[in-house]
């Protein structure tokens, strides 16, 4: 059984940045892309970014300018970093396995961490 | 970027009653690899969304049967044949065609 369990601060203040890293358990992590994916409150959801095991990434290109997705592979971990934050960027930040070669979705989601920027 | 449009926004359903939500993308969804990359996901109220089917019509292990995907080119539907109580909850569309994009939502409630 595939499991996704992440982590990172939760409430940033605008400027900085956030910072959020999610450990996989089962499952092949070398087979697979991991993505991040976001979900303003009240609003749809947003796909931030995707790396694999070789540390090959593809970002959103409205986002591409603040964020860095890096792996561990030693850890079956990968992070997300997104810099210089406002209020646009509070949402549940989710990561995900995926994109899948079968649907090109995502087919196991991390808990979900809330992300607040406020002053 | 392809949008992906889904109506109704809100549906309440009798338990027990069909409910269908409609989902159109802004391009054609269909893949250079001939495949089209249209996925349906429910999201529970405090949960996480979890995918229910891919490729159109594909449903993933433990979904259960009565929910089904239909459609082609840029028009999709989810149908729900008969709506039991754990299936309140917001659902999404998605493609994956042209990089990801998913619709609004359509709020699923119990009349």
């Known amino acids: 059984q595939v499991q996704l369990h992440q982590w990172g601060a939760g409430l940033l203040k605008p400027s900085e940045t956030l910072s959020l890293t999610c450990s996989v358990y089962g499952g092949s992590f070398s087979d697979y892309y991991w993505s991040w994916i976001r979900q303003p409150p009240g609003e749809g959801l947003e796909w931030i970014g995707e790396i694999n095991h070789s540390g090959s990434t593809n970002y959103n290109p409205s986002l591409k300018s603040r964020v860095t997705i890096s792996v561990d592979t030693s850890k079956n971990q990968f992070s997300l970093k997104l810099n210089s934050v406002t209020a646009a960027d509070t949402a549940m930040y989710y990561c995900?396995?995926?994109?899948?070669?079968?649907?090109?979705?995502?087919?196991?989601w991390g808990q979900g961490t809330l992300v607040t920027v406020s002053s | 970027d392809v949008v992906m449009t889904q109506s109704p926004l809100s549906l309440p359903v009798t338990l027990g009653q069909p409910a269908s939500i409609s989902c159109r993308s802004s391009q054609s969804l269909v893949h250079s690899d001939g495949n089209t990359y249209l996925s349906w996901f429910q999201q529970r109220p405090g949960q996480s969304p979890r995918r229910l089917i891919y490729k159109v019509s594909n449903r993933d292990s433990g979904v259960p049967d009565r929910f089904s995907g239909s459609g082609s080119g840029t028009d999709f539907t989810l149908t729900i044949s008969r709506v039991e109580a754990e299936d309140v909850g917001i659902y999404y569309c998605?493609?994956?065609?042209?990089?990801?994009?998913f619709g609004l939502g359509t709020k699923l409630e119990i009349k």
């Open positions: 995900a396995r995926g994109p899948t070669a079968a649907g090109h979705d995502f087919d196991y």
């Open positions: 998605m493609q994956g065609t042209h990089w990801y994009t």
